[in-house]
Nanobody, 128 residues
């Protein structure tokens, strides 16, 4: 059964850090692009990052809003993908989702039909 499960959300103060996990089962992350997305209350879902194996190595793209603060970490042996979030801001408050797309080269980070599988999400609140 193909499944993605996010965890690691919670409450953190502005400037703090949090690491989200995306546990993948039923397929190898090595052959799939893994995207992170988020949806804030009252807003549309937006792309955060996309990591993929483009045959010359792994590459990761980030949304401008998180560049320099968020880092994707892959652990292929454990079939896990992590989103390390540093210097968190109140505007990072959202439900965070990971998604998988077979063979996608991360030419864009849009929450569209590109993504074959989605997790259920984990909530992050950045507040003092």
């Amino acid at each position: 059964q193909l499944q993605l499960v996010e965890s690691g959300g919670g409450l953190v103060q502005p400037g703090g850090s949090l690491r989200l996990s995306c546990a993948v089962s039923g397929f190898s992350v090595d052959y799939y692009a893994i995207g992170w997305f988020r949806q804030a209350p009252g807003k549309e879902r937006e792309g955060v990052s996309c990591t993929t194996n483009n045959n010359s190595g792994y590459s990761t793209n980030y949304a401008d809003s998180v560049k320099g603060r968020f880092t994707v970490i892959r652990d292929n042996a454990k079939n896990m993908v992590y989103l390390q979030m540093n210097s968190l801001k109140p505007e990072d408050t959202a439900d965070y989702y990971c998604a998988a797309s077979y063979g996608f080269l991360c030419v864009r980070i849009e929450p569209d039909s590109t993504w074959n599988f989605w997790g259920q999400g984990t909530h992050v609140t950045v507040s003092s």
